[in-house]
């Protein structure tokens, strides 16, 4: 069974720092690029950050691209996000998210040309001013 379980969320202020965990099982994890995913109360689910299999290429949304980065460790199964500086817009339950396809292009899972096959349960973050 695939599983993805997120944690790390928090409440936290605006200019402070939190990192995300996601721990994955049930499928070959290095065989499948992984993304970030946020969703924020009355908004759309968006794209934050996605990584390759093997962890050579990341993309991220404009909203984030300096002050986030997504690692993994394929050794422990796991996947990392780490938010810096953060803002109050940032508030949102964080998803991480296994691509649906194995061996699949990071990129199209960054740009939605490939959309994810498993969505863990989320973790909630929230931004203060």
């Known amino acids: 069974e695939v599983q993805l379980v997120e944690s790390g969320g928090g409440l936290v202020q605006a200019g402070e720092s939190l990192r995300l965990s996601c721990a994955a099982s049930g499928f070959t994890f290095d065989d499948y690029a992984i993304g970030w995913f946020r969703q924020a109360p009355g908004k759309e689910r968006e794209r934050v950050g996605c990584?390759?299999?093997?962890?050579?290429?990341?993309y991220y949304v404009d909203s984030v691209k300096g002050r986030f980065t997504v690692s993994r460790d394929n050794d422990k199964n796991m996947v990392y996000l780490q938010m810096s500086t953060l803002k109050p817009e940032d508030t949102a339950v964080y998803y991480c998210?296994?691509?649906?396809?194995?061996?699949?292009?990071?990129?199209?899972?960054?740009?939605?040309?490939?959309?994810?096959?498993?969505w863990g349960q989320g973790t909630p973050v929230t931004v203060s001013s």
């Open positions: 990584i390759s299999g093997s962890a050579s290429s990341a």
């Open positions: 998210a296994a691509d649906s396809r194995v061996w699949g292009d990071v990129q199209d899972l960054a740009r939605g040309a490939s959309v994810p096959g498993s």
